[in-house]
């Protein structure tokens, strides 16, 4: 469900270029719509950029990462989400390892679960690749819930397009 909600509402935004997103947990690269077992989510995935273009003429100076998982529909149009790992001042223009600067740290499905207390068995969340204008100093957040993604990421220095989403599911419990 919550997969198919973050493909209606983002598809809205997403930009077309060739940069694109490699996450990994350990040696797992996370595939779009892919399953994985809660325990292989417990340390922060790595993060790389496999490339970059000129989107469009948005020239960022850099990207951020952003991990969330969606919550409620608000209205009609509005899903809010949880923010679980945001990785600011990815330089644009670079390859591979993600160079960034972790402005709020990782919260693994696993903690988020049990802090959001899902009841559903399995559980979805993304990875957001989205430009970010100027370097992003923080503090930022002091809650990890948006009523509105797009417009809390505009706040703190990104626009509000989504290159690129990576959604994957997990259980809810170890078992
Ligand atoms: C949760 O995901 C697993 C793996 O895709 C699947 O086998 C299982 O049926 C799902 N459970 C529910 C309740 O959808
Ligand atoms: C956004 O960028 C401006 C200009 O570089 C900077 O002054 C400001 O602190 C940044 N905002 C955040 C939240 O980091």
Avoid at 28 to 49: C, G, Q, W, Y
Avoid at 92 to 97: E, K, N, Q, V
């Amino acid at each position: 469900m919550a997969v198919f909600l973050s493909a209606v509402v983002l598809s809205l935004c997403l930009l077309s270029s060739h940069a694109s997103l490699l996450i990994k947990y350990g040696s797992t690269t996370v595939k779009e719509n892919s399953f994985l077992p809660l325990h292989m989510t417990d340390r922060a995935p790595t993060i790389d950029i496999q490339g970059y273009d000129d989107l469009r003429g948005l020239h960022p100076s850099y990207f951020s990462v952003v991990m969330f998982t969606w919550l409620d529909m608000i209205g009609f149009q509005f899903y809010e989400s949880y923010i679980t790992y945001w990785v600011a001042n990815i330089p644009a223009g670079s390859f591979g390892p993600g160079k960034g600067k972790v402005v709020l740290p990782y919260m693994s499905p696993l903690a988020t679960n049990k802090f959001l207390q899902f009841s559903a068995q399995n559980n979805s969340y993304s990875f957001a690749l989205v430009p970010q204008g100027s370097n992003l100093v923080g503090p930022i957040l002091d809650n990890r819930r948006s009523p509105a993604l797009a417009k809390t990421l505009q706040h703190y220095n990104c626009t509000g397009d989504f290159i690129e989403i990576i959604d994957f599911t997990t259980s809810t419990s170890q078992s």
